[in-house]
């Protein structure tokens, strides 16, 4: 691959991040929860990831553990979040979703998952298999960054 190559995918990147991020967050928003776009990133991370630590979570969200820490405070006042120190090391906190912000993150997907369907009926079929078949490897390729 050429380095003008690599540049294009790259700004393909640029392109590609605000579209995913206004489709996870518009269906959020449409909704009214009354949860901020970083407890809506700390929630879909902890779904995926399970437990995390504080700092753990800080690095997969690209924050500071400062705003981490208040974001999961009130997540935890919501009841969403459960704090556990860690048995090894009382001074690690480690935080994973509680039942019912499983459920309800669950919620979220079923009206993702809706909220996707309507929008995506301006595609085809192919065009549609395309789409997937596209979003697969991209999340399977950068699921490799991530590490």
Aim: hydrophobic content about 40%.
């Amino acid at each position: 691959m050429t380095e003008n190559e690599r540049k294009d995918y790259i700004n393909s990147l640029f392109t590609i991040y605000p579209v995913c991020r206004k489709l996870v967050f518009d269906t959020f928003d449409k909704k009214k929860y009354g949860i901020t776009r970083t407890q809506q990133v700390i929630m879909l991370t902890l779904n995926v990831n399970g437990t995390l630590t504080m700092s753990g979570l800080a690095s997969k969200i690209n924050t500071s553990n400062e705003q981490a820490t208040r974001a999961v405070a009130q997540l935890v006042e919501k009841g969403f979040i459960e704090r556990m120190h860690d048995s090894a090391n009382r001074r690690v906190i480690k935080i994973k979703l509680t039942d019912e912000a499983k459920a309800f993150v669950e919620n979220i997907k079923r009206e993702m998952h809706e909220d996707f369907l309507e929008r995506f009926s301006v595609f085809s079929d192919d065009e549609l298999e395309q789409l997937v078949s596209a979003t697969n490897v991209i999340a399977d390729k950068l699921a490799k960054l991530s590490v």
